[in-house]
């Protein structure tokens, strides 16, 4: 948009108006979510066989596990595991590193 003003010396000056940014049009389908979020990416591969591998730093006890299991179920700060003897873990995103999988995985980017 272009917009004119009157300069003190009697000419008449333009100025370009910046548009107002508009957002990008998002589908309905992902409205309100980021696709590529992990706990998304594990809930669009929910009941797949994985291998997770976690750290728990400044643990002298235990500071690393690793546990091959199931999705059951991922939420924005953790992630349910059954491995498959059907023995159930919850654990918490902070302390996931990665996750290896033996099949194609979805994702949506």
Do not use: C
Request: hydrophobic share 35%; aromatic share 16%.
């Amino acid at each position: 948009m272009v917009q004119y003003y009157w300069h003190p010396g009697g000419f008449p000056q333009q100025q370009q108006m910046q548009q107002p940014m508009t957002p990008p049009q998002i589908p309905a389908a992902i409205r309100g979510q980021e696709e590529s979020y992990i706990e998304n990416i594990l809930r669009a591969n929910k009941g797949k066989l994985g291998t997770f591998y976690f750290t728990f730093e400044n643990n002298r006890e235990r500071n690393n596990f690793v546990v091959t299991g199931y999705i059951e179920a991922a939420g924005r700060d953790h992630v349910i595991i059954s491995d498959p003897n059907g023995k159930r873990y919850l654990m918490l995103m902070i302390y996931l590193d990665y996750v290896t999988f033996d099949e194609e995985i979805n994702y949506y980017a």
